[in-house]
């Protein structure tokens, strides 16, 4: 009882003053924690947005000239780049959690839509619409990145914890890919006479090698990228 009643005591020291000073320390670390992060991952949605337009045509070579299955029909290197971003959010789900994660795919996105509007106006002067990509492509890329990631750290988040070192990041990279799919080719080709079907599963087929890839880089991180305290996981 003694004992109780002297943490009371000395708990009670802090006054309002104190508190707030503390709090808003606690505030400020946060917050600069969650922009170094996002700087992070920004390149990448950046360096994305400006080669969505350019066909990735390195993996053609396994498929005939004109066959409706090559790559380059459907996947652009701003596509595979943006692939890049759910392993990110992986790496950052590690450290800080699945909700930091979040925080920070959020705050890179709109850093990121900062910076493209901010080019825009600076361009506009030049520029016709010609250049711009259409606004259902626009909308369904940005969908469809922003929920392959979101998914990718909820799900790696949950699936962490236990069990096999590899299964929390490959499950949650496929997770993110998979649904990141079924969002963008029905939305993006629906109706439009075009293979989209194959061209899902060709998608997914690529970035599950990719999730695959990501497996040995993951597993040289997992020391330097401990959980911190306080944020959960294993």
């Known amino acids: 009882m003694d004992n109780a009643t002297a943490v009371e005591k000395h708990a009670s020291r802090e006054t309002a003053l104190e508190r707030l000073g503390r709090q808003s320390g606690e ?19 950046l360096l994305s947005f400006l080669t969505v337009d350019l066909p990735l045509r390195s993996l053609d070579r396994f ?5 409706p299955m090559r790559p380059s029909n459907w996947l652009a290197i701003g596509g595979f780049i943006m692939a890049l971003a759910p392993l990110v959010g992986i790496l950052i789900t590690r450290r800080y959690g699945g909700d930091e994660a979040s925080r920070v795919i959020t705050a890179a996105w709109g850093v990121a839509a900062v ?8 361009l506009a002067p030049v520029l016709t619409a010609a250049d711009f990509p259409p ?14 990631q979101y998914i990718a750290v909820n799900a790696y988040d949950v699936a962490r914890g236990g069990g096999k070192w590899w299964r929390a990041p490959l499950y949650g990279a496929l997770a993110g ?13 629906w109706g439009a006479g075009a293979p989209w079907l194959h061209w899902l599963v060709g998608d ?29 996981g294993i």
């Open 177 to 189: 890919y998979f649904f990141a799919g079924l969002i963008y080719f029905p939305a993006m080709f």
């Open 204 to 232: 997914f087929a690529i970035k599950a090698a990719l999730a695959f890839a990501f497996l040995p880089i993951y597993a040289i991180l997992r020391k330097p990228l401990r959980p911190k305290g306080g944020f959960g």
């Open 27 to 45: 505030f400020a670390t946060a917050i600069s924690r969650m922009v170094v992060l996002a700087l992070i991952l920004t390149p990448v949605l």
């Open 135 to 148: 606004v259902r492509f626009t909308v369904v890329f940005v969908a469809s990145a922003m929920a392959a």
């Open 63 to 67: 498929w005939a000239p004109d066959a």
């Open 115 to 122: 910076a493209v509007f901010a080019e825009l106006s600076y």
